[in-house]
T-cell receptor, first 113, second 111 residues
Framework: AQSVAQPEDQVNVAEGNPLTVKCTYS??????LFWYVQYPNRGLQFLLK??????LVKGSYGFEAEFNKSQTSFHLKKPSALVSDSALYFC???????????FGKGTRLSVIA | DSGVTQTPKHLITATGQRVTLRCSPR?????VYWYQQSLDQGLQFLIQ???????AKGNILERFSAQQFPDLHSELNLSSLELGDSALYFC??????????FGNGTRLTVT
């Protein structure tokens, strides 16, 4: 069965600094990896995905994520954080096909001006 | 706007009662997923339907049931409600291989 770990409940970063939100995964086959963001009182919004190909994936709002197979990680990154990036971020994985996504517990990102 | 519509937005009910949550997927999406989000459990997968058929089951209690209708909308039925069922319930839809698109959720409060 697949699983996702987000080791940090909270990440604080100053505006303009780079940010990283960590994610590690476990899956039996080839991983399909996703990042979603949730703003207050809203549903989850898709940011980016890795299926195959280049290990560095670019997504919405300037976010990118790096797939590392040997470390089974898929960390979310952004070169310069904005206050408006403050939200709850979820990493998710599935093992291909049309199987349901399994989500991590989420990491709350706080960008301080 | 994700294109996924969930109603109602808020629901307050008493223990022991039964409620129905409704979801209309994005146009063309055949798969519907239900998730429960609570503070202590995070986002838990409940059940998936594909074109009217149950496709996968997660941590769904026996008191909960769901169905997907011919017009592809879905309903999640929660019965014999307990205080611990208070949570945000999300519906998501997709076509094969595409990311999930989430509705804004139904906030259920059981008193």
């Amino acid at each position: 069965a697949q699983s996702v770990a987000q080791p940090e409940d909270q990440v604080n970063v100053a505006e303009g600094n780079p940010l990283t939100v960590k994610c590690t995964y476990s899956v039996s086959g080839n991983p399909y990896l996703f990042w979603y963001v949730q703003y207050p009182n809203r549903g989850l919004q898709f940011l980016l995905k890795y299926i195959t190909g280049d290990n560095l994936v670019k997504g919405s709002y300037g976010f990118e994520a790096e797939f590392n197979k040997s470390q089974t990680s898929f960390h979310l990154k952004k070169p310069s954080a904005l206050v408006s990036d403050s939200a709850l971020y979820f990493c998710a994985v599935r093992d291909g096909g049309n199987t349901p996504l399994v989500f991590g517990k989420g990491t709350r990102l706080s960008v301080i001006a | 706007d994700s294109g996924v519509t969930q109603t109602p937005k808020h629901l307050i009910t008493a223990t022991g009662q039964r409620v129905t949550l409704r979801c209309s997927p994005r146009s063309g999406d055949l798969s519907v997923y239900w998730y429960q989000q609570s503070l202590d459990q995070g986002l838990q997968f409940l059940i998936q339907y594909y074109n009217g058929e149950e496709r996968a089951k997660g941590n769904i209690l026996e008191r909960f049931s769901a169905q997907q209708f011919p017009d592809l909308h879905s309903e999640l039925n929660l019965s014999s409600l307990e205080l611990g069922d208070s949570a945000l319930y999300f519906c998501a839809s997709s076509v094969r291989g595409s990311p999930l698109h989430f509705g804004n959720g139904t906030r259920l409060t059981v008193t």
